[in-house]
Structures are given as C-alpha cells and as structure tokens.
C-alpha cells in the first residue's frame, strides 16, 4: 500500500484484507473497485469484516477499460469521503490498473491534477502503475463486438461489406504466451495488438482468440499497413504479470493475405511454418534461460 497524495493511498487486496488486523496508516475509508477477473476467491462487497470504516465496493472488470458510470458513482463516494477527511485506501487485485485508473479520474475531478496523463505521472512517482486509462460507454450491440477488444468480432466481419482482399494476423506463440505469463496477460497483449493494428488505420475485425481478420482494397496496401503494425508490435513495452510489471521483448505475429478467407488461411499457415524453423523470440529465451535458475515454467 503506497501514499499517493493528501489523503489518497493506493494498494492491492492484500493490502485490504491485512487492514483487518493492521492499520498503521490510520485508513478510515475503502474503495474496493475489484470485480469480475481471473483471481480466485473473486472480488465482493467486503465491508462486514471492516467495522468502523466507510466502505464501498464498485464491481469494475479487469478488462482495461472504465465505465464512467462507474467512475461517476467512484468520484461521488470519494468526494464525500474526502469532504470528512477520512483517509482512504482505493484498491483492486494488485493496485496496478483499475484502482490506478479510478484514483486518476478522481485527481483530475478534484483539481489535484491537470489531466490524466498527469495524474497518472503523479502515481507513479510513489508506485509503478499502468492505469485503466480509457474511460467508455458500453457498447451497445454486444453480439457484434469483442468483449476482449473492443473491436468488430468475426459475425460484425461476416454482416460488413466484402472487400477484394482479406489479411489475417496470428500471434505467434500465443498459448505458451498465456502459460508462461498468465492469460490476464495474454489478452493484455491481444489488446495491445488490437489498438496497433486500428493505429495504422487498417479496417480490423477480432476474429476468434488471437486472430485478427483486416479488409483492403488491394494486396499491397493490405501488406504494407499490416507490416507497419507488426514493426510496432515487435517493440518493447511493459505489462503486469506475475506480481511485477515486466518489460516484454519480441513478441511477433504472422499474417497471410488473400482474395478470400481460405486464400488468406493458406497464406497464414506457410508463414507460421517457417516461424516454427525460425529462432525462439527473445521473451521466450529469457522464460527458458531462468528455467535454469530454479523458476517454474
């Protein structure tokens, strides 16, 4: 559990749950933002076992994203709360993402902060952090979207316009992604690779798992935006996993374009042949090099 600014602290469960027996910080109010994700027992209104204290559960899912009517009933509580000086603990799983995101809108709405971008710079100062940045309304048509992503799923695909050619893209590795790190991790990265794709303006549909499908006019605007992306997405960058934020190297995907799907499936499966000859990506040589070390893999 970390002080962030005035009465503001920012922490786990575990930190909430040793709050019971231990309270050096004097916390006097609890914001629980913690709802549906992969960590068991799940996330519950846990205000019986913190007597004395103000409390309030807000069941926000692990998915990256914020509601802002979940936001807007946050910034409610924690206004009042602030507005009797209590000193208060906002927290999810590990601190790192949900909590981060609603303790941010909260700087921003209470002057403490200009923007988020600050807010989340403020943060981070006192604990590492990757907030649940994106604040949006729910999607309507539920069937015709990724709940994972956010993007067109393969039926909105299948309902759209035909277009002359179809790319599809697959990461490489996927699975022994997902056991090595953690599948909260994994779609982490599908979401990551989600907004990359949409970054170099391709027409982009989630298909199933970690398959992308992209429209185009032609095969060689196809083939240049998609190697644009897939340049992006074999970048470093950082997410959460296994109790730390870790920076991540090499990951990769293969892709195949063609004038149908089954072209493009055919394609596909060539690239991901010479993928399985070629050499072990660097984030899974460093998973191998510290099976040595004694580390479970």
Known sequence: MDHIINNLWLGGQQDADELVQNNPEEITAILNVRGPD?????GRDQSSEHPGKAYKWIAAPDTGLISP????????????QTAKRERILIHCKYGISRSAGFLAAFMV?????????????????????????????????VALI???TGLPNYLAF???EASPFVGIVDVN???????????????????????????VDLEVYHGQEDEFLCKGETREELNAQISKARQIFRGSFQLYAEGRIQTIEGTDFSFGIGATLDEGQAAL???????????????????????????AW
């Open 69 to 80: 009517g979940h936001v807007r009933e946050a910034l409610v509580w924690l206004q009042q």
């Open 269 to 295: 499966g060539e690239k991901k042949e010479a993928i399985a000859r070629s050499e072990s990506p660097e984030w899974l040589r460093k998973i191998v090099a510290n099976v040595g070390h004694g580390q």
């Open 158 to 160: 299948d309902e759209g």
């Open 109 to 141: 709405k209470s002057g403490i902060s200009s923007n988020l971008e600050e807010a989340k710079a403020t943060i981070s100062l006192h604990r590492g952090v990757q907030p649940a940045m994106e604040i949006k309304e729910p999607v309507r048509h």
């Open 146 to 148: 990724s709940a994972l």
């Open 173 to 199: 590795l996927m699975k022994v992604f997902n056991d090595s790190y953690g599948r909260i991790a994994g779609d982490m990265l599908l979401r990551r690779l989600a907004k990359i794709l949409v970054s």
């Open 38 to 42: 992969a960590y068991q027992p799940p």
